[in-house]
């Protein structure tokens, strides 16, 4: 089931996720609607609070983008960053390495909203996935970018918080507008 998509204004996209103590078929269903959200909204990652569940999930899958690389290490090996796709993260702990680089990043939550947001260059990452198993590898690139915009999401941090000030500014009546517009909205369903 494609689910609704909350934008920016909606008080649900700043709240701290809870964790997930188990998988139940209910957060299975969850996952999966997330998926295909994700899919038809032609995004790369999705938060559980991007469809107004205050939990610590994301999916993500990065296939769809060939122009900006990824890198993966898993126990210190390099991988196919394709091989761990789609992506599951239950109750993930980042660990963020290298140096702070500034790259593009858009939100489904910011429509047509796009600016340079900086992270650092890699994080270290342990999860677990949909099948309750422990996961542990190493993200960079796009792959790294998307994951930690993604577990931000979990902390109630947008990527409009990690952008330096003049790119801030610069998007501020944008952004604005859109908090206005999905108040509006908001009152109007009640
Ligand atoms: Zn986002």
Redesign the pocket.
Known sequence: MILEVVTYGHPVLRQNGAEIAEITPGLEELIADMFETMEDYH?I???AQ?VAHPIRLTVIDIRGVTDRPSTLEINGEEADPTSIMPLVLINPELETEGDFEAAP??????PDIFGDVIRPGFVKVKAMNERGESIEFKAGGLLGRCIQ??V??LKGI??IDRMDRETKEKLKPDFEALAEETRQFLNEVG
């Open positions: 995004g990652g999705l938060a991007q990043e858009g939100c489904l939550s910011f915009h993604e931000d999401h947008l990527f």
